[in-house]
Structure formats: C-alpha cells, structure tokens
C-alpha cells in the first residue's frame, strides 16, 4: 500500500532555532497536509497544499507541495516553547479521476523545544 | 462552537468485553472517520462513512464495528474479536468525502482493556 516516509523522527532543539522536516513517498499523490498534535489531543491542520510546487506560509510555518508529488517539508521558524508536540505529513490521491477521503499518514516528527 | 466531541476521554476495560466509542459533530460535516494512534506510528483508518446510513472499511477494520444512523453521530464499537484494542481512538469529520476537505479531529479516547 502507499506509505510516507517522514523524518526525522523526533528532533531536540533550542528555543528560536528553525526546524525542517519532510515527507517522502513512492507513490505521487494530489493533496499533502500537515497537523500537529499536542500530548492527549486530536491532530489539528496546520497547512494544507493542492497544487504540485505550492509553497504556503501560515505565521512562522511554512510548507511546500513537492514538484514531483512525491514529497513535502514543513519548515518552522524562530521556534518557541509552545511548538512542541507531535507534527504530522497526511497526503490522498486520486484514483481513476475519482477523488477519495482516504488519508495516508507519516509516522510523525517528535518536536522538543528547551527553552 | 463547532466541534467533534468525543467520550469519554479514558476508558478501561476487561477483555473480552465489547466497548463503544462516542463521537458526536455538529459542524454538519457529511464525512465522518475513524483512526487507531499508536506510540510511533500514524493513524491507521478503521472505518469511514461518506454520508449518512453508509460507511466502508478502512484498512485495520477487522475486529471493530461502526453506525451512521444520524448525521452527526458516528459511534465506534471496539469488539472481543479485535487482538490489541489498547490503542488512541481518533474521530474526525470532513465536509465532504472529497480530495480538498481536510479532516478535523476530536481530542481522543484513550482505551486501555487488561
């Protein structure tokens, strides 16, 4: 079946530094998001991207549709102690001009933010 | 406000007992899911339902059932049958079963069986 592949798996980091994580597939797919869930709670969107090559920002995130349509990174800068929790890469595709609701999801990049 | 209410947050049970996860919506989303969280991993699909009095298997459905009898209520029951249910159980919704609506997400049950 279709996997992502997300890395790195979890990251340490200081606070203001900037973080970069990415997705990468076999497989192309038509739609990439990316969530973030905090410890307890349900995964909350953070970006979603539906066009090969787009690059969004929301606030300090910023995330890109890999031209290929096989990958995704999200970027965060100038990290803070509230960027912790767990971020995710979700993608779906088409399937014979159909479109479909199923979502694939990476593993899922631990964030740590020392303050 | 809207949102995906789920209940309860924790629940315990002894195996061999069936157990039935709530999930209620009031954002009018005609799309509603489920998925199983487990430490290190994504979220696997069990079920899904596209509109009302519908919905199809996921890719780990086995051992679990569901119902969509109303719009906003898609409750998740956990069966004996189902080998490791100690897991994080994710509702979520989406307006439409369609490629560009994304899923929204309730906070969780946490179901521990012993």
Same mark, same amino acid.
């Given at each position: 079946?279709q996997?992502?592949?997300?890395s790195?798996?979890?990251?340490?980091?200081q606070e203001?530094?900037?973080?970069?994580?990415?997705?990468?597939?076999?497989?192309?797919?038509?739609?990439?998001?990316?969530?973030?869930q905090d &410890?307890?709670?349900?995964?909350?969107?953070?970006? #979603?991207?539906?066009?090969?090559?787009?690059? %969004? !920002?929301?606030g300090? =995130? /910023?995330?890109?549709?890999?031209?290929?349509?096989?990958?995704?990174?999200?970027?965060?800068s100038a990290?803070? &102690?509230?960027?912790?929790?767990?971020y995710?890469? #979700?993608?779906?595709?088409?399937a014979?001009? %159909? !479109?479909?609701?199923? =979502? /694939?999801?990476?593993?899922?990049?631990?964030?740590?933010?020392?303050? | 406000?809207?949102?995906?209410?789920?209940?309860?947050?924790?629940?315990?049970?002894?195996?061999?007992?069936?157990?039935?996860?709530s999930?209620?919506?009031?954002?009018?989303?005609?799309?509603?899911y489920?998925?199983?969280?487990?430490?290190?991993?994504?979220?696997?699909?069990?079920?899904y339902?596209?509109?009302?009095n519908?919905?199809?298997?996921?890719?780990?459905?086995?051992?679990?059932?569901?119902?969509?009898?109303?719009?906003?209520s898609f409750?998740?029951?956990?069966?004996s049958?189902?080998?490791?249910?100690t897991?994080?159980?994710?509702?979520?919704?989406?307006?439409?079963?369609?490629?560009?609506?994304?899923?929204?997400?309730?906070?969780?049950?946490?179901?521990?069986?012993?």
């Amino acid at each position: 079946g279709q996997q992502l592949n997300q890395s790195p798996q979890s990251m340490f980091i200081q606070e203001g530094e900037d973080v970069s994580m990415n997705c990468t597939s076999s497989s192309i797919f038509n739609t990439w998001l990316w969530y973030k869930q905090d &410890p307890g709670e349900g995964p909350v969107l953070l970006i #979603a991207l539906y066009k090969a090559g787009e690059l %969004t !920002s929301n606030g300090r =995130l /910023t995330a890109q549709f890999g031209i290929t349509r096989k990958d995704s990174f999200l970027n965060i800068s100038a990290s803070i &102690p509230s960027d912790v929790g767990i971020y995710f890469c #979700a993608a779906a595709a088409n399937a014979g001009g %159909t !479109s479909y609701g199923k =979502l /694939t999801f990476g593993q899922g990049t631990i964030l740590t933010v020392h303050p | 406000d809207g949102g995906i209410t789920q209940s309860p947050k924790y629940l315990f049970r002894k195996e061999g007992q069936n157990v039935t996860l709530s999930c209620e919506q009031n954002l009018n989303h005609d799309a509603m899911y489920w998925y199983r969280q487990d430490p290190g991993q994504g979220l696997r699909l069990i079920y899904y339902s596209q509109i009302v009095n519908d919905f199809q298997k996921g890719d780990i459905a086995e051992g679990y059932s569901v119902s969509r009898e109303k719009k906003e209520s898609f409750p998740l029951t956990v069966t004996s049958a189902q080998k490791n249910p100690t897991a994080f159980y994710l509702c979520a919704s989406s307006i439409q079963w369609v490629i560009n609506s994304p899923l929204h997400f309730g906070n969780g049950t946490r179901l521990t069986v012993t």
